[in-house]
């Protein structure tokens, strides 16, 4: 196994995904002082579950995080946790949060997964295994 596959007692994966969510009505307010306390929640939550930040970005309005997280967890939960923690402790800490937006976030988020081979590559792979 080489450094690209994280290990568990369980598995052995690399799971990497691009994750984008936004603020409710794309409102823009991530304040700077917000966005370094967001990346900080983000990285307590990332590490409480065993995940991996490889990349975080925050702009006004939006988040992008690139997250290489367990396969057993599931990427539906991650996000949930993610959004769900950061707008309650956020809107807790700072009352602008409150009075700006009903809620910090949308409901919907992106994910992408990101790595590994092209398609097409891994289509072969898969069938060419018959022939060995």
Request: hydrophobic share 35%; with cysteine.
């Amino acid at each position: 196994m080489n450094d690209l596959y994280k290990k568990s007692n369980k598995a052995c994966y690399s799971c990497k995904y691009h994750i984008v969510w936004c603020t409710k009505y794309r409102r823009q307010v991530l304040t700077d002082e917000i966005q370094l306390r967001l990346k900080f929640l983000i990285q307590e939550i990332i590490d409480f579950n065993n995940c991996e930040i490889i990349e975080v970005e925050s702009m006004n309005d939006h988040i992008h995080l690139l997250v290489e997280s367990p396969p057993q967890l599931g990427i539906h939960n991650l996000v949930k946790r993610l959004k769900g923690k950061t707008s309650r402790l956020l809107r807790q800490e700072f009352s602008s949060l409150r009075t700006r937006v009903p809620t910090l976030w949308t409901n919907s988020y992106f994910v992408s997964t990101v790595g590994g081979a092209p398609l097409s590559i891994i289509k072969q792979y898969i069938e060419d295994q018959k022939n060995k």
